[in-house]
């Protein structure tokens, strides 16, 4: 019989010292597993999104053209999709190249 103890006359199991020591230190090996893969999914993903989140004020004068560039770079070593969000109808994004040649040369 393969048991990690040994039993006596009576039926009894004895447990070896050894084999609770390996228990315990198999059970805290897990536990330590866990707290590690959490604290480094939470780091991930704040890492993530102060990288990602990004805010500029601008003050034009009444009727002033203003324009800006805000480079994107991706987080990770593949291409990304951002997202743009805006909530004056006052500001449009620039997407198309010649609209954007125009306002960077008379910036």
Not at 34 to 43: G, L, P
Not at 50 to 58: F, Q, V
Not at 59 to 78: A, D, M, N, T
């Amino acid at each position: 019989s393969g048991g990690s103890g040994s039993g006596d006359s009576r039926g009894v199991m004895t447990q070896y010292p050894e084999d609770e020591e390996h228990a315990v230190r198999g059970k805290l090996l897990n536990d330590i597993d866990s707290v590690r893969r959490r604290a480094k999914r939470s780091t991930v993903l704040q890492t993530l999104r102060t990288g990602l989140a990004s805010r500029r004020t601008i003050r034009p004068s009444y009727g002033e053209l203003c324009f800006f560039e805000h480079h994107f770079k991706s987080p990770v070593s593949r291409d990304c999709v951002f997202e743009v969000r805006c909530d004056d109808t006052n500001l449009m994004l620039v997407s198309s190249t010649g609209e954007w040649r125009g306002l960077r040369s008379s910036a």
